[in-house]
């Protein structure tokens, strides 16, 4: 596959959807695995104390592994945590376990508990230019958010800067995003200025429905170009590659899935942060 030219310091996509279900760690897996193929050395960080993100990597995480937890509630460095995945050598990944669900609490009445996040990707050696992390360093941390905006997902979108959003080409597809929408604003106000919605994009996308087409133009109209063209069709080969522990990438690299999950990798890719 054709390499698509590396950023020059590290961009840091938060994928995030309060719902579920919506396509989250679909898209996560499958860009950063997309991501990789296209030559980019990819940090994912499994952010949900479910850990879908980690068995689609095929990275075991029973409670105790070394994970996400550890890098937010004890400080642990997210070096010591990550994992490279076992089949693709650009993808290292940060597990998460059911440990994770009692983050939010145990944080409660922490200093800086929004930021913990932040603070462990900016420590990391990978992380930053070639001056500073060098030629080995990563190209996207792709952070993987639970189905809610707690604590998890607050920390995301304040390590984050390009925030992808998955939208499900189904009804009530739109209810709900006004409500995270509403959360981005004020973490961009309060927490963190870097953040933008820089990215969304449609999953599960039916041809054969006109509910389909009518989600998509209606995201289309209201967020235009930062929806990225590409739309990510429904297919078994997607839903099936997580329980043989892989992407649809190196599952079924020609199916139409995989496909697309490569053409929105390369659109993300080339075209850079859209504010
Ligand atoms: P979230 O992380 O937002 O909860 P998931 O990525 O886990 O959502 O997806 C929800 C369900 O939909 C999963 O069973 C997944 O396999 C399935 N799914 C996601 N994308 C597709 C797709 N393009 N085609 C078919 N099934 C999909
Ligand atoms: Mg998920």
Redesign the pocket.
């Known amino acids: 596959r054709p390499a698509v030219e590396r950023p020059e310091r590290t961009r840091r996509l938060v994928v995030a959807?309060q719902?579920?279900?919506?396509?989250?760690?679909?898209?996560?897996?499958n860009i950063a695995c997309a991501l990789a193929q296209l030559g980019q050395r990819v940090l994912l960080i499994d952010l949900?104390p479910q850990g879908?993100?980690s068995t689609a990597l095929n990275i075991d995480h029973p409670r105790g592994t070394p994970s996400s937890y550890e890098v937010l509630v004890d400080g642990t460095p997210l070096a010591e945590v990550a994992q490279p995945c076992p089949d693709l050598a650009f993808v290292t990944v940060v597990p998460a376990t059911i440990d994770l669900a009692g983050a939010e609490i145990e944080l409660v009445a922490e200093d800086r508990r929004e930021t913990r996040l932040r603070e462990a990707i900016d420590a990391h050696p990978l992380v930053g230019g070639v001056e500073d992390a060098g030629t080995d360093r990563f190209d996207y941390v792709v952070v993987?958010c639970p189905?809610s905006l707690g604590l998890l997902t607050l920390n995301a979108l304040v390590s984050g800067v390009e925030m992808l959003i998955?939208i499900?080409a189904e009804y009530y597809a739109l209810e709900g995003l006004g409500q995270l929408l509403e959360t981005v604003r004020m973490v961009h106000e309060h927490l963190n200025s870097d953040l933008v919605v820089s990215a969304l994009l449609i999953?599960?996308?039916d041809a054969r429905t006109r509910l389909s087409a009518g989600v998509a133009g209606e995201v289309r109209e209201h967020f235009g170009a930062r929806v990225l063209r590409t739309t990510?069709?429904?297919?078994?080969?997607?839903?099936?590659?997580?329980s043989y522990g892989q992407s649809v990438m190196t599952y079924d690299p020609g199916s139409p899935?995989a496909l697309?999950y490569l053409e929105a990798a390369r659109e993300l890719a080339t075209r850079g942060v859209m504010a």
Do not use: C, H, L
């Open positions: 959807n719902k579920g279900g919506v396509g989250k760690t679909t898209t996560s897996v949900d879908n993100a993987d189905p998955p499900q999953t599960m996308y990510i069709p429904r297919s078994v080969r997607v839903s099936e590659a997580p899935g697309s």
